[in-house]
């Protein structure tokens, strides 16, 4: 559906237009009164406009504003229907308003842009950018050309709506390359001038998203409460819209924010909604996405003292299993794995039980390790080789190898990735476990019984360089009070 927001003077011209095409006025109203319709029109002053596009409904390209006549209103209007080819067949080739709706046809369906085509639509510092960043076009700008294109086009923008409007797809960009810090700064900054709703509500959704990703444990209190109260305003503002599918996508990432928080019951009611939502708009990709969470959501309840929850957890990731397949979403895929990994290393069973559980979670771990390697994910992969390690420290004794020493080497390279400059909390944890470890290491002699403890008070030193957590450091304290026990013994 449409809305054609006019004038009294021009409605009945307009309701002609409609009516002159069959069964078009069962797609299309026609209103003098203000609407909240996503999809909008508007024909005033004898010049038809169609208002800038802040819920990605369609590409970002901004059509120019056009004489009011029944041909470019019916063109407008199949175009926002998206029949774009009806919309053709009532513009002639040598007008403006056709190269800018073949333009925007061609980057919403991937078609080349021409040279020709380029040159009629590049006078617009907007839609240049739009072209560069989403179009099929042969001769498109370097990344650094592409971000100075969007600063000229904020800059010189007419009114602060076309500045905000640019500023969002840059913030797109930016976030795209994981420029967040950038991409946060510029939304700060925009959401300082007086916008539109629609308009602040899309950059609060960016600032959002670019702030947590760059979340980092331990998470800072802070942060965490200023982007769940931007999720809690964004989804509130598309629920009053009945914009269910964008708010159960924020309600995704809103789950995960109160989970940090350890506020479980939140991030319980805000995942089920979500859940609800996608079953309503039989959107099974989404489903699967809002169910991961669930699962995830189940297996921190579990490790905060509720084990019941273990198998229920198992249960709701291998459902999310029949939607991310190996072959169709091999990083979701690897993704459940490792955390079906942890829940079988950690989930309270019989020793009658016990091996089945753990050949379980060695097949797991190698499915989430065969995904994310080294090469091309190293920091994943070096969590799930810490990870696995920890998990070998507690696997019933294997008769061909050592778990001891096939830990030892996971932890080796878990710490190869996890460097001191670049990770100095995950590499303090690794160091922790693998001091763990060494204390259930066999030694040959007393040479090598001492040699094991100089490793280990090494290890214990550089954690106290790395970190000032508490409950790190109390690890490190009490594992050096073992250390001078059993140097005095030695």
């Known amino acids: 559906m449409i809305t054609i927001l006019t004038t009294t003077n021009h409605k009945n011209e307009a309701e002609k237009a409609i009516k002159s095409v069959d069964r078009l006025e069962e797609l299309v109203s026609i209103s003098t009164e203000n609407t909240n319709d996503l999809n909008l029109l508007i024909v005033e002053d004898n010049c038809i406009t169609k208002p800038l596009d802040w819920f990605d409904m369609q590409p970002p390209f901004i059509l120019p504003k056009v004489e009011f006549t029944q041909n470019n209103l019916l063109a407008f209007v199949f175009y926002a229907l998206g029949n774009h080819q009806k919309a053709f067949e009532y513009l002639t080739e040598d007008t403006k308003v056709y190269n800018n709706i073949l333009a925007a046809t061609n980057i919403q369906f991937g078609y080349e842009i021409s040279e020709d085509l380029y040159q009629n639509i590049s006078n617009s510092k907007h839609n240049l950018c739009v072209v560069h960043q989403y179009g099929n076009y042969e001769n498109r700008f370097q990344l650094s050309e592409l971000m100075q294109a969007y600063e000229d086009a904020i800059h010189s923008a007419e009114d602060i709506e076309l500045k905000a409007f640019s500023a969002k797809h840059y913030i797109n960009l930016l976030i795209d390359i994981q420029q967040y810090d950038k991409a946060e700064s510029l939304a700060k900054s925009m959401l300082e001038n007086s916008l539109l709703d629609e308009a602040g509500n899309a ?20 942060a965490l409460n200023q982007i769940s109260s931007l999720f809690e305003e964004t989804i509130s503002f598309y629920e009053a819209k009945d914009l269910k599918i964008q708010a159960g996508l924020l309600l995704i990432d809103a789950s995960e924010i109160a989970n940090y928080k350890e506020d479980f019951i939140l991030s319980k009611d805000y995942i089920n909604k979500a859940i609800l939502y996608f079953k309503e708009a039989d959107i099974p990709e989404f489903l699967g996405e809002a169910s991961l969470r669930k699962a995830t959501l189940l297996y921190t309840w579990s490790k905060n003292g509720q084990p019941q929850y273990y198998k229920a957890a198992i249960n709701a990731y291998q459902d999310t299993l029949k939607v991310f397949k190996r072959d169709t979403h091999p990083d979701k895929f690897a993704e459940i794995h490792h ?6 290393s950690e989930i309270p069973v019989s020793p009658e039980e016990k091996p089945m559980w753990t ?22 992969y070096a969590m799930i080789s810490h990870n696995y390690a920890t998990a070998l420290i507690n696997f019933p004794e294997a008769k061909l190898h050592s778990n001891f020493d096939k830990a030892n080497g996971l ?3 878990a710490l190869s990735v996890r460097t001191a400059e670049n990770f100095p909390f995950e590499r303090a944890s690794t160091l922790i476990n693998q001091v763990e470890l060494y204390w259930l290491l066999n030694n040959e002699n007393s040479e090598d019984e001492i040699e094991k403890i100089n490793q280990m008070k090494s290890k214990l030193d550089e954690v106290k360089q790395l970190t000032t957590d508490t409950s790190m450091l109390e690890k490190v304290a009490f594992h050096e009070e073992k250390i001078e026990s059993l140097k005095s013994v030695l």
């Open 411 to 413: 932890f080796n390279e």
């Open 339 to 344: 955390n079906m990994a942890l829940i079988y």
């Open 203 to 222: 950059l609060k959704v960016q600032l959002a998203t670019a702030m947590m990703q760059q979340l980092k444990v331990p998470f800072n209190t802070e």
């Open 359 to 380: 050949a379980f979670c060695a097949s797991s771990f190698k499915e989430a390790l065969a995904y994310f390697t080294r090469e091309q994910f190293p920091y994943e």
